[in-house]
């Protein structure tokens, strides 16, 4: 495969050590003063960008093959108010790592406090940049085998940080109806279902 990047981080240079903070609150938000290397030679005229430092993410999606089931969450996002009618969103599970570097022990932890969920194997299915032209967030996606059979479900969170969780289980094929319709619209739960859909004859392997 030809490859692309012909740069790397050593062709941007920076006014200064560190960036400054201009808001440090539920959100941080730092400046950025940079110049980078240009494809046609040259470097550029300094930049100016405000970018988001929320720190980066865990997203898991429970699956129970035997039922042919998943768990996902609802939960208000109010950043989705200004374009759907309901900010009530389908989610996968999902928080902060808060600079954890054992991303599994993140997930479990989460699954237990916003579904009252026990994971059994998890499985990376792949990370990516949220919007890297505004925030440095990267978001981690596992699957997860869960037992889904006696499952009770009912309203979860962490009360202290606002949370108001419901539980619902679905079929596999339900699941996929609401994303098609773009009902599920929101990016982990987007790619975490269709890596599932397409690598589902491969789970025996992979759990």
């Not at 062709?11 to 941080?28: E, I, M, R």
């Not at 981690?140 to 479900?153: K, P, R, S, T």
Request: proline share 2%; glycine share 6%.
């Amino acid at each position: 495969m030809k490859e692309i990047n012909q740069y790397t981080r050593h062709d941007v240079t920076f006014n200064s050590a560190t960036h400054d903070v201009l808001y440090d609150g539920f959100l941080k938000i730092e400046e950025y003063i940079f110049e980078h290397a240009l494809f046609d030679g040259g470097v550029s005229k300094p930049i100016r960008r405000e970018i988001l430092e929320r720190g980066h993410a865990v997203a898991v999606l429970p699956y129970d093959p035997r039922r042919d089931e998943i768990l996902l969450i609802e939960q208000i996002r109010i950043g989705a108010l200004a374009t759907k009618e309901s900010p009530w969103l389908l989610e996968c599970i999902a928080g902060m790592a808060e600079g954890s570097t054992d991303l599994e022990a993140v997930a479990r932890k989460e699954a237990q406090e916003e579904a009252g969920l026990k994971l059994n194997n998890l499985h990376y299915m792949r990370s990516y940049l949220s919007s890297p032209g505004g925030t440095t967030e990267r978001l981690y996606l596992y699957l997860a085998e869960v037992d889904l059979n006696d499952y009770q479900g009912g309203t979860f969170g962490v009360e202290s940080e606002g949370e108001d969780i419901k539980a619902h289980v679905m079929s596999f094929d339900e699941a996929m109806s609401r994303l098609e319709s773009e009902e599920i619209d929101n990016a982990a739960t987007v790619i975490s279902l269709q890596w599932l859909a397409l690598n589902k004859s491969k789970l025996a392997t992979l759990l």
